[in-house]
């Protein structure tokens, strides 16, 4: 059978393949000749891509699959196959030719990589089985930092907070304080390893969190409450600690009260929410700075934990208050035979 081979054949070519392939088989018709040709023709059209991956998968021939997928998800916008590869991510550490043809394809450009990262949360693919590659990725600056970012946060929900917390740091590329960004001068990063409070500031909000200038000290975080009710806790910030003792130290400036209230900084375990610590009572009451510290110690069973401000008296959170809350230089420094080891 003879097809003249002309980028306007192509479609047709492509079709009649996929027919040859059918268990019902059009005698005469010869499926793989036939996807030749077409890809001879039109090699980067979208139907001859696709006709091609599906026989290549099929033959888990990944140096064909991975770089028509990867052509199918960034030229094409091709949901199904940013899905595909995000799949081959999740396989990519029980295949080293997989592996090798992943590799290779970053040489054409990574674009594909966010494209399948995005795909692996929204199919709820497990990350852990592509954490080799993906690290790798990391390290080779072939990932956007926003993708990395979706890894740390998928594999933080996933529960692995270690190797989430791996990857965070690999992202900033030097060393990090053991409570990041304390001065509040960077932007927050929610859901990492970072302050976690609620979003964009609105009207029915019991309690606006946003970073602010401060005369004199940069950037600092303003609490204002605005006396309606407020969810509790306040504010977040995910920990990976070593066990060990620490000292937590912060600054607090009170304004403008008109209803007393006390919060609290407390340090919970990850598992199960159990409270390791608790600051003395930060009073709402009064104006100027204030430096509030206290003492705790983590046990090894309990390194993944959450550092949260909320109100002494859970029913303050009910009935709302008012006043500005304005934090600084909250900082985490290892103490006794721990502290040659590292703090801040």
Same mark, same amino acid.
């Given at each position: ?138 390290? #080779? =600056? ?6 990395? !970012?979706? @890894?740390?946060? %998928?594999?933080? +929900?996933?529960?692995?907070? /270690? &190797? ?122 009064? #104006? =100027? ?6 003492? !705790?110690? @983590?046990?090894? %069973?309990?390194? +993944?934990?959450?550092?949260? /401000? &909320? ?34």
């Amino acid at each position: 059978m003879q097809v003249a081979t002309n980028p306007g054949d192509a479609l047709g070519l492509a079709d009649m393949a996929r027919y040859a392939g059918l268990p019902q088989d059009v005698i005469g018709m010869d499926g793989g000749a036939l996807l030749s040709q077409a890809a001879k023709a039109a090699p980067q059209r979208f139907e001859v891509l696709q006709q091609e991956t599906v026989l290549a998968l099929s033959r888990q021939d990944w140096e064909v699959a991975v770089p028509r997928l990867s052509r199918l998800s960034v030229r094409h916008a091709d949901p199904e196959a940013a899905r595909a590869m995000g799949r081959l991510l999740v396989l990519s550490s029980q295949d080293a030719r997989l592996l090798n043809a992943l590799r290779a394809e970053l040489s054409n450009g990574s674009e594909w990589v966010a494209r399948a990262v995005a795909a692996m949360r929204s199919e709820k693919l497990p990350f852990l089985p592509a954490l080799p590659f993906l690290q790798e990725l990391v390290v #080779r =600056g072939a990932i956007t930092n926003a993708s990395g !970012l979706a @890894v740390v946060r %998928a594999l933080k +929900a996933e529960g692995h907070w /270690l &190797e989430a917390h791996a990857v965070w740091l690999q992202l900033w590329r030097r060393p990090l304080d053991l409570i990041h960004n304390g001065d509040f001068e960077r932007e927050v990063v929610p859901g990492a390893f970072d302050w976690d409070f609620e979003g964009r500031p609105s009207a029915g909000q019991g309690v606006r969190i946003e970073r602010a200038s401060f005369e004199g000290r940069g950037q600092v975080l303003r609490l204002s409450f605005t006396g309606r009710p407020f969810r509790t806790p306040v504010l977040k910030h995910d920990l990976l600690l070593p066990a060990g003792s620490y000292r937590l130290d912060s600054e607090v400036h009170i304004d403008g009260v008109s209803a007393q209230g006390e919060f609290v900084w407390s340090v919970q375990c990850h598992d199960g929410g159990r409270q390791m610590a608790r600051s003395p009572m930060a009073s709402m009451s009064g #104006r =100027g700075w204030a430096k509030r510290s206290f003492e !705790l110690e @983590v046990p090894t %069973a309990c390194q +993944a934990s959450t550092l949260v /401000l &909320e109100p002494q008296d859970p029913g303050l959170a009910r009935s709302g208050t008012h006043g500005v809350l304005v934090l600084d230089n909250v900082r985490l420094t290892r103490t006794g035979s721990d502290a040659s080891q590292g703090s801040r």
